[in-house]
């Protein structure tokens, strides 16, 4: 649900706010609206494509007709931020989507992904990517 506005809660309880301003005097408001500080902004991007491909899984879908996908697995290059979306039906099917995404730059662009940056989910922390990661010399 959705936070009320400032003008509505002014016509609701006038007593909150000061004539002309639109601030909160009480102090929980106050509280509740603070935020937690921004992360500093960051411009770097590396300068051609694939050297850096961010990643993750999303999923499971809260309503997969006939069991049919229900994960999805993304790519994106951060130099182009060109995104590939594969389509699973288990999370299990992650390495497999990832090494055939590897192969694919290689061949079709004669690239080599250097660095796979994701959350560190199960799906990418295992034993079979590691080692995947390690004979590539992926980080």
Request: proline share 6%.
């Amino acid at each position: 649900m959705d936070d009320p506005s400032f003008g509505y809660l002014k016509i609701l309880f006038p007593s909150l706010f000061t004539s002309n301003t639109e601030t909160i005097k009480c102090e929980t408001c106050i509280r509740a609206k603070n935020h937690r500080v921004t992360f500093p902004p960051n411009n770097n991007r590396v300068n051609y494509a694939f050297p850096l491909v961010h990643s993750d899984v999303w999923g499971p879908a809260p309503d997969s007709h006939n069991n049919q996908f229900q994960y999805f697995l993304l790519f994106v290059d951060d130099f182009s931020r060109m995104t590939w979306v594969y389509f699973l039906k288990y999370k299990s099917e992650v390495p497999d989507k990832f090494y055939a995404f590897y192969q694919m730059i290689h061949t079709q662009f004669g690239k080599k992904i250097q660095v796979l940056r994701s959350d560190n989910g199960g799906e990418f922390v295992n034993k079979s990517m590691q080692e995947f990661f390690k004979e590539n010399n992926i980080n």
